[in-house]
């Protein structure tokens, strides 16, 4: 019996339970932030994104130079709270993520929809920003 551990009477249980989530400030680790499942059909790609916590409209969606970005970010609420945190465990900030699509892609081709805590995105194989081919003349 003497490989008990006693604990302290502060709610060091919370120390223990949550420590594995969160480096030394406190933060979420960005481990595991946006993960995404990539699938191949026939026409193009499916992409699964997990963004837990944001809403529709904490999310942005843009096209650049053949990277498609998304951004979500959540931004602290100026409430008044009654009573005293004994630790914060939900994140606010913000998270990004990025991928090469290709150059022909353009931003009419991807189609986007957000449900229950995941963006899903179709992105085609082949996109309608195809730019014709140029030849050089020779004098």
């Known amino acids: 019996m003497n490989s008990l551990i006693k604990r302290r009477n502060d709610l060091s249980i919370f120390d223990d339970l949550f420590d594995g989530f969160f480096n030394r400030n406190g933060m979420p680790t960005s481990q595991g932030c946006m993960?995404?499942?990539?699938?191949e059909v026939e026409k193009g790609y499916e992409l699964d994104i997990d963004v837990p916590g944001y809403g529709k409209d904490d999310i942005?969606?843009?096209?650049?130079?053949?990277?498609?970005?998304i951004e979500a970010k959540i931004e602290e609420a100026d409430e008044?709270?009654?009573g005293h945190f004994i630790r914060r465990e939900r994140?606010?900030?913000?998270?990004?993520?990025?991928?090469?699509v290709g150059d022909d892609i353009a931003e009419k081709d991807i189609k986007a929809a957000y449900d229950k805590g995941i963006l899903k995105l179709f992105v085609p194989k082949e996109g309608t920003n195809v730019k014709a081919k140029k030849y050089i003349s020779i004098e």
Request: aromatic share 14%; proline share 0%; no cysteine.
């Open 35 to 39: 993960r995404t499942d990539i699938k």
């Open 60 to 69: 942005k969606i843009s096209l650049d130079k053949g990277y498609l970005t």
């Open 80 to 82: 008044t709270q009654n």
């Open 91 to 100: 994140f606010l900030g913000s998270a990004a993520r990025s991928f090469y």
